[in-house]
């Protein structure tokens, strides 16, 4: 069994599939991993204290979306449940660390980059909740999961390294950046390639395009459970799509 990778996403909207250049950038990065064993999906979109584990037997989508277009809400994603994952999260907590269980699906952070990257929908997925926002906590609990890499499961971060959409004013995908989206971006991606997590962890306070490029920061904190699962999260990842999409940063980076 191969020691997965574990990824963190700029997810990207429902329109991320009709996006040429993104979608073969994730395709990309899904063909140069070995096939997981399951994987194990923590979204934006999701939070909610105690730490929630979704639907395991089957797994239905969540459209929490609105204002796109009908097709986009008819898509389907049929992946198998992964029952036996779930009992092995819960077995990697502390007691310090409640679990509980709901029938939530898969909500648009989780499945719209996975209808790219594996299309198929043959490997069985489970979404986890992000039961704080705060890096510190974060990153222990990315190594609490460590271990399930060992076992062929590949964990994902998904948010988005830039997401100020109050601030955006130009709606076209291939909209320039704006300046406070650009230097967050420069800033991020020279962090994370000296591995300077400490700094990543002080974003609030320290990154350039600060509160524009996160008002709210929930986009940005997947990305400390997915350094957090590093074998090193010192080791300069490796930063696999980079770019904007509707002047937003798709930065996307894997961890060994």
């Known amino acids: ?9 700029s997810h990207g909207a429902p329109p991320l599939v009709d996006n040429p250049v993104w979608v073969a950038q994730l395709k990309q990065l899904a063909t140069g991993l070995p096939k997981p064993k399951a994987i194990l999906m923590a979204s934006a979109h999701w939070e909610s204290t105690p730490l929630m584990l979704g639907a395991t037997e089957t797994v239905p989508l969540v459209y929490d979306f609105g204002g796109f277009a009908q097709h986009y809400y008819e898509v389907r994603y049929r992946a198998p449940g992964a029952p036996e994952l779930a009992d092995r999260v819960e077995k990697l907590m502390p007691d310090s660390q409640p679990v509980a269980r709901t029938d939530r699906g898969l909500d648009h952070g989780a499945y719209v980059p996975l209808t790219v990257m594996y299309p198929d929908a043959d490997i069985p997925v489970l979404q986890m909740s992000l039961p704080t926002l705060e890096p510190d906590d974060l990153l222990d609990l990315g190594r609490r999961l460590r271990p399930l890499r ?5 964990i994902v971060g998904s948010g988005f390294t830039t997401h100020g959409l109050p601030f955006l004013r130009d709606f076209r995908e291939d909209a320039p950046a704006p300046g406070w989206s650009r230097e967050f971006d420069a800033w991020a991606s020279e962090a ?12 609030r306070d ?19 459970l997915t350094l957090g699962a590093s074998e090193d999260p010192s080791r300069s990842p490796d930063q696999a799509i980079d770019g904007y ?9 894997q961890v060994v």
């Open 1 to 9: 069994m191969s020691t997965m990778p574990a990824l963190f996403l």
């Open 150 to 154: 060992e076992e062929g499961v590949l």
């Open 192 to 203: 994370l390639a000296r591995g300077a997590v400490d700094e990543l962890a002080g974003f």
């Open 206 to 224: 320290r990154a350039p395009g600060m509160p524009y490029a996160h008002p709210t920061i929930e986009h940005f904190a997947p990305m400390f």
């Open 245 to 253: 999409w509707m002047g937003l940063s798709k930065r996307s980076f």
